[in-house]
């Protein structure tokens, strides 16, 4: 097994630019998690998917940010537009109920 | 709301010694989940052992164990025969088994704050 994919590892954009995250998780998969990790605020839960369905986005910051899950086995993250304190590296995560979620390797987001 | 809390921002080990790290969490629930993860510098996050509340048995890994307390809310972990590859951070994890209508967990993944692990040689 692949593991969990994320694309772009590395992303740099201007401040108002549109930014897509992607994930593809692990097949067989049910859940799909979001976080956002940075120095000051540590891993934070953005939004999480059960069966293609968000459960939980409690966590998205604002109106910016949006996420989707149209099928099993992609989903994106999107923000727009990008501010300089969105910075930070995005994981996405998936898992089979409660046998621990797989971490993807991150993207690492820059908005100058 | 459950909350995880990692009182040790950083700890520190002499090579081939032991360590524990540790969790605790505050729950209503009676059975859930809990997990301890690995960050080394590399930023990807490990999954380093599992437990499940409902089993009193400890869950062990080769050098990995934990030591659950479910009465307390306490989850630690014990790191023995400490090896440099092992500094990292390790972030304490858990999520509510309880199912919802879509047939999968019901809570969300929520860690604790972390800690720094450093291994001396």
């Known amino acids: 097994d692949a593991g969990v994919i994320q694309s772009p590892r590395h992303e740099v954009t201007e401040m108002g630019q549109e930014v897509t995250l992607r994930c593809k998780p692990i097949s067989g998969h049910n859940s799909l998690f979001w976080y956002r990790q940075t120095m000051m605020r540590g891993l934070e839960l953005l939004i999480y998917?059960?069966?293609?369905?968000?459960?939980?986005d409690s966590g998205m910051p604002e109106d910016r940010f949006s996420a989707k899950m149209p099928n099993a086995s992609f989903s994106t993250l999107k923000i727009q537009p990008s501010e300089p304190r969105d910075s930070a590296v995005y994981f996405c995560a998936s898992s089979f109920r409660g046998r621990g979620a797989f971490f993807g390797q991150g993207t690492r987001l820059t908005v100058v | 709301a459950q909350t995880v809390t990692q009182s040790q921002p950083e700890m520190s080990v002499q090579e081939a010694e032991t360590v524990t790290l540790s969790c605790t969490y505050d729950t209503s629930e009676s059975d859930y989940y809990l997990f301890w993860y690995k960050q080394p510098p590399s930023r990807q996050m490990i999954l380093v052992i599992r437990q499940e509340a409902y089993k009193q048995q400890n869950a062990t890994e080769n050098r990995f164990s934990v030591n659950f307390q479910k009465a307390a809310k306490s989850f630690s972990l014990k790191i023995s025969d400490s090896q440099l590859g092992d500094a990292a951070m390790y972030f304490c994890a858990y999520r509510s088994v309880a199912l919802n209508s879509y047939g999968g967990s019901q809570g969300n993944l929520i860690f604790g704050k972390g800690t720094k692990l450093s291994v001396k040689p």
């Open positions: 998917f059960n069966n293609n369905v968000p459960i939980d």
